[in-house]
């Protein structure tokens, strides 16, 4: 039996058991691309033949749901979330995200340049095979391709102003990020790039689990993180059944739209930039903070090692990609229910 054909009857085994570990491993590896802008955490789980299991899962929160537990039916509710799949492979994304996200917030503060040159590989391979998943490009999917496009274009400029501060705000952009887990193709953390909170709440997710360690907490940014998770449960629960639902009926005009967003958002991610942040008198880029310092989109003008390993990176991070997309496709071929 496939993974994607697991019944979602509880094991009887004792928690955890052989089976819960492996999806815990899953989730490592979903959590590990739900934190890299340009791989989606919804093409690993179709790789890992779990994508049509956790959207069922997802799905599952709803009315019958909430009468299993105001009656007290804790075993049929478990049953009925599939429980048993649920929480191994949530820990497992949680861990995955919680340990990459250190070195993604240390890679963007001291390697800019070679970070975002892998970004922009993973981006511009993603968006090549969204635009595959477009049966017809007709004239309303072309349109709203170019739409959304220079919508994103014009919204990530260098010198746009700041996301706004505040936890609503970060509540918004859980609720919204989430969705891209559901969706092969697009990325989570390429959203939180757009909206102007990826390297914050990598900053958080980094620094919250040494703090829990050392007695030392701040609670204001616990605060943070907690709203975030609350945004992605709550989006996670009501936009699950409308990406559905978009996707089943208009899947081709989504598809485009989502394309012109990774092709636009490009222009946020190309690697090569130069600082023009206008930093006061013995002020050194080390003292700001990377989300105030502003870059400029510049021509590469210097050819050197640099250089070539920003290009490598972007041809490596491409093959990265088509090679998981041919992986998608074979393993896929046991996962064709509908969702």
Same mark, same amino acid.
């Given at each position: 039996?496939?993974?994607?054909?697991?019944? +979602?009857? @509880?094991?009887?085994?004792?928690?955890?058991?052989? @089976?819960?570990? #492996?999806? /815990?491993?899953?989730? %490592?590896?979903?959590?590990?691309?739900?934190?890299?802008?340009?791989?989606?955490?919804?093409?690993?789980?179709?790789?890992?033949?779990?994508?049509?299991?956790?959207?069922?899962?997802?799905?599952?929160? *709803?009315? $019958?749901?909430?009468?299993?537990?105001?009656?007290?039916?804790?075993?049929?509710?478990?049953?009925? &979330?599939? #429980? $048993?799949? /649920?929480?191994?492979?949530?820990?497992?994304?949680?861990?995955?995200?919680?340990?990459?996200?250190? &070195?993604?917030?240390? %890679?963007?503060?001291?390697?800019?340049?070679?970070?975002?040159? #892998?970004?922009?590989? %993973?981006?511009?391979?993603?968006?090549? &095979?969204?635009?595959?998943?477009?049966?017809?490009?007709?004239?309303?999917?072309?349109?709203?391709? #170019?739409?959304?496009?220079?919508?994103? !274009?014009? =919204?990530?400029?260098?010198?746009?102003? $700041?996301?706004?501060?505040?936890? =609503? !705000?970060?509540?918004?952009?859980?609720?919204?990020?989430?969705?891209?887990?559901? =969706?092969?193709?697009?990325?989570?953390?390429?959203?939180?790039?757009?909206?102007?909170?990826?390297?914050?709440?990598?900053? =958080?997710?980094?620094?919250?689990?040494?703090?829990?360690?050392?007695?030392?907490?701040?609670?204001?940014?616990?605060?943070?993180?907690?709203?975030?998770?609350?945004?992605?449960?709550?989006?996670?629960?009501?936009?699950?059944? %409308?990406?559905?639902?978009?996707?089943?009926?208009?899947?081709?005009?989504?598809?485009?739209?989502?394309?012109?967003?990774? +092709?636009?958002?490009?222009?946020?991610?190309?690697?090569?930039?130069?600082?023009?942040?206008?930093?006061? *008198?013995?002020?050194?880029?080390?003292?700001?903070?990377?989300?105030?310092?502003?870059?400029?989109?510049?021509?590469?003008?210097?050819?050197?090692?640099?250089?070539?390993?920003?290009?490598?990176?972007?041809?490596?991070?491409?093959?990265? +990609?088509?090679?998981?997309?041919?992986?998608? @496709?074979?393993?896929?071929?046991? *996962?064709?229910?509908?969702?």
């Amino acid at each position: 039996m496939s993974d994607s054909q697991e019944s +979602v009857a @509880q094991p009887k085994s004792k928690f955890p058991s052989k @089976q819960d570990l #492996l999806q /815990v491993g899953r989730g %490592l590896l979903m959590g590990g691309a739900d934190i890299i802008p340009g791989v989606s955490g919804g093409t690993v789980a179709l790789i890992l033949g779990i994508y049509q299991r956790l959207i069922i899962a997802i799905s599952h929160v *709803d009315i $019958r749901l909430f009468k299993l537990l105001a009656s007290r039916k804790w075993g049929e509710a478990a049953v009925h &979330l599939d #429980l $048993r799949f /649920v929480i191994p492979l949530g820990i497992g994304i949680l861990t995955g995200v919680i340990s990459l996200a250190s &070195l993604m917030h240390y %890679l963007l503060d001291h390697h800019l340049q070679l970070t975002m040159s #892998l970004f922009f590989g %993973l981006i511009l391979a993603s968006s090549f &095979l969204v635009a595959q998943m477009v049966e017809h490009w007709n004239v309303s999917n072309i349109v709203g391709f #170019l739409v959304s496009l220079m919508g994103i !274009y014009w =919204l990530v400029g260098e010198h746009s102003v $700041r996301p706004p501060e505040g936890n =609503l !705000y970060v509540f918004l952009c859980g609720m919204v990020a989430i969705c891209a887990m559901i =969706l092969p193709g697009i990325s989570g953390a390429l959203i939180l790039v757009l909206l102007g909170k990826y390297h914050d709440i990598t900053g =958080l997710l980094k620094s919250i689990p040494k703090q829990l360690l050392q007695g030392n907490i701040d609670w204001s940014g616990l605060l943070t993180v907690f709203v975030f998770v609350i945004g992605c449960a709550l989006g996670l629960i009501l936009f699950s059944k %409308l990406l559905r639902w978009l996707l089943h009926n208009y899947h081709s005009l989504i598809m485009a739209v989502l394309c012109g967003l990774m +092709v636009g958002s490009l222009r946020r991610i190309w690697p090569f930039k130069i600082d023009v942040t206008p930093y006061s *008198d013995g002020q050194t880029p080390e003292m700001v903070p990377f989300k105030h310092r502003i870059y400029e989109n510049i021509w590469p003008t210097e050819f050197g090692g640099t250089f070539w390993t920003s290009i490598a990176l972007i041809i490596g991070a491409a093959f990265l +990609v088509w090679g998981l997309d041919k992986l998608s @496709q074979k393993y896929a071929l046991h *996962d064709t229910s509908e969702v």
